[in-house]
Nanobody, 125 residues
Framework: QVQLVESGGGSVQAGGSLRLSCAASGYTLSRYCMGWFRQAPGKEREGVATIDSDGSTSYTDSVKGRITISKDNAKNTLYLQMNSLKPEDTAMYYC???????????????????WGQGTQVTVSS
């Protein structure tokens, strides 16, 4: 069955960096749209970045220039490289797969079929 397992979260000071990983199993990650989402306490889950089967990416405005989504098709793994982190980036980060999508990618939470368990990112000022 499809499984997504995130890792790489942690606590850093503002300006620091983290790289999140999402290991996928049960399907071929390269063929479908993937996304990273985050949810801070008391807030709705929001999209951070998406990548499709062609490698086309999109980012929410607040992370542009600081965060990069990528994938290693040979390892069936999705990544999120986060630099220049800010306290407002503090949240639980989730990777998600949309197995109905190969091109484009959606920001809608309900478009994604499968989710990981999440990894916590905490940025202190």
């Amino acid at each position: 069955q499809v499984q997504l397992v995130e890792s790489g979260g942690g606590s850093v000071q503002a300006g620091g960096s983290l790289r999140l990983s999402c290991a996928a199993s049960g399907y071929t990650l390269s063929r479908y749209c993937m996304g990273w989402f985050r949810q801070a306490p008391g807030k709705e889950r929001e999209g951070v970045a998406t990548i499709d089967s062609d490698g086309s990416t999109s980012y929410t405005d607040s992370v542009k220039g600081r965060i990069t989504i990528s994938k290693d098709n040979a390892k069936n793994t999705l990544y999120l490289q986060m630099n220049s982190l800010k306290p407002e980036d503090t949240a639980m980060y989730y990777c998600a797969a949309d197995l109905h999508c190969s091109y484009g990618g959606s920001w809608r939470v309900d478009e994604y079929n499968y989710w990981g368990q999440g990894t916590q990112v905490t940025v202190s000022s």
